[in-house]
């Protein structure tokens, strides 16, 4: 099946700093999205992006679907940040996704 | 508009035990989604109805675990008997249709500790 694989699997930031978190698969989607699980546990659609780019605020994702990755910026973090970063794929007709392992980001004050 | 929702929040059960769990997803919703979640990975689709009939069930272990959305709205996921590896997160996801591009809203999981 679809392989999904996030990198990198912990960051640790400052509040103001930068990051990008990576997902790349191993075959060709129709469907790539990126959620947000808070540390309480809440899962929150973030972006539904399987090609182009996409912006909301201070976060953007870019996904090259040729190369089969995806990228999520998010620009002067916060704290309220932190949490679990996961990119979900799908490869049919259906909405079945299959999510990666996620990266965890640590917001420091 | 209300969310999905789940529960119980956390159940603490020994092994062998039976477990129950309850969804009610958004209103007029008809696809709705059962994950399992281990500590420290993705949630892993267990089944996808659509109103209340199965689309996919290829990842549920049926000979412990077992899903019905009677009247195509709420839902209840139950385990007979529990295993030490069923422990995870179980989440419940709702969407209006079937399409890649709708939107999945998930609720708040209920936490399962199998001792």
């Known amino acids: 099946g679809i392989q999904v694989e996030q990198s990198p699997p912990d960051l640790i930031l400052q509040e103001g700093a930068n990051s990008t978190l990576r997902c790349n698969f191993s075959d060709s989607v129709n469907n790539l999205q990126w959620f947000h699980q808070n540390p309480w546990g809440q899962l929150i659609n973030l972006f539904y992006?399987?090609?182009g780019t996409k912006q909301n605020g201070r976060l953007s994702a870019t996904t090259v679907a040729t190369e089969r990755y995806s990228l999520l910026y998010i620009s002067s973090s916060q704290t309220t940040d932190s949490g679990v970063y996961f990119c979900a794929v799908g490869y049919s007709s259906a909405s079945k996704i299959i999510f990666g392992s996620g990266t965890r980001l640590s917001i420091r004050p | 508009e209300a969310g999905v929702a789940q529960s119980p929040r956390y159940k603490i059960i020994e092994k062998r035990q039976s477990v129950a769990f309850w969804c009610n997803p958004i209103?007029?919703?008809?696809?709705l989604y059962w994950y399992q979640q281990i500590l420290g990975q993705g949630p892993k689709l267990l089944i996808q109805?659509?109103?209340?009939?199965?689309?996919?069930d290829s990842q549920l272990p049926k000979d412990r675990f077992s899903a019905e959305r009677l009247k195509g709205v709420d839902s209840t996921l139950k385990i007979q008997p529990a295993k030490l590896e069923d422990s995870a997160v179980y989440l419940c996801?709702?969407?209006?249709?079937?399409?890649?591009?709708?939107?999945?809203?998930f609720g708040p999981g209920t936490r399962l500790t199998v001792l």
């Open positions: 209103s007029g919703h008809a696809t």
């Open positions: 992006i399987p090609s």
């Open positions: 996801a709702s969407n209006a249709g079937t399409s890649p591009t709708d939107t999945q809203y």
């Open positions: 109805f659509q109103n209340n009939g199965v689309v996919d």
